[in-house]
């Protein structure tokens, strides 16, 4: 398993989940998948299953009907992983703020790790951001493996948990 875990860190697969509002921002992340900009490029591939997902890109506001969902996909992901929110109305509603159906922002259901600000943003902010999720995701992965050794040493030790 220690050749495939090396080879994983460079290509992060990423679970988009769209929350509902205009899709302006959909429009921006197909335009990234296209020739033009190619973000398979930094090993970023689009998946649909939040078990082999590594970042979690959020656009538009959280509606009620949807929060349920968001934070079932946030839990099904598999430790390490980052959430990247996309646009105004994922930061804080946007003009759909207030509305009695939108939560607003989606850090008020899951935390968030990255930022990417703007109605639509373009698109080199969301290579940016991604990048960013991705520097974020290689930190988060190497202190997961420095608590997992962590605790061997412990084990060898002889060391005894008081509970």
């Known amino acids: 398993m220690g050749i495939f875990s090396k080879f994983r860190k460079k290509s992060p697969w990423i679970l988009h989940y769209n929350t509902g509002g205009c899709n302006g921002c959909d ?3 197909l ?3 296209a020739p033009r900009y190619d973000i398979e490029r930094f090993g970023m ?15 538009g506001p959280v509606t009620k009907n949807c929060k349920d969902v968001l934070r079932r996909l946030y839990l099904e992901m598999a430790e390490p992983k980052v959430v ?3 646009g105004a109305c994922a930061h804080g509603g946007g003009i759909f703020r207030d509305f009695y159906h939108v ?4 850090n008020s259901i899951i935390p968030v790790d990255v930022w990417i600000p703007g109605c639509a943003p373009r698109v ?6 991604m990048v960013e999720a991705i520097e ?5 992965s190497k202190e997961k493996e420095y608590l997992k050794d962590h605790e061997n040493v412990i084990n060898k030790l002889g060391v005894e948990d008081d509970d």
């Open 84 to 86: 990247v929110a996309m």
């Open 31 to 33: 335009s990234a998948l």
């Open 45 to 59: 591939l689009n998946r649909g299953n939040p078990k082999q997902a590594d970042i979690l890109l959020v656009t």
């Open 103 to 106: 939560e607003n922002g989606v």
């Open 27 to 29: 429009i921006e992340i």
């Open 124 to 129: 080199e902010a969301l290579i940016d951001g």
């Open 136 to 140: 974020i995701w290689q930190k988060k």
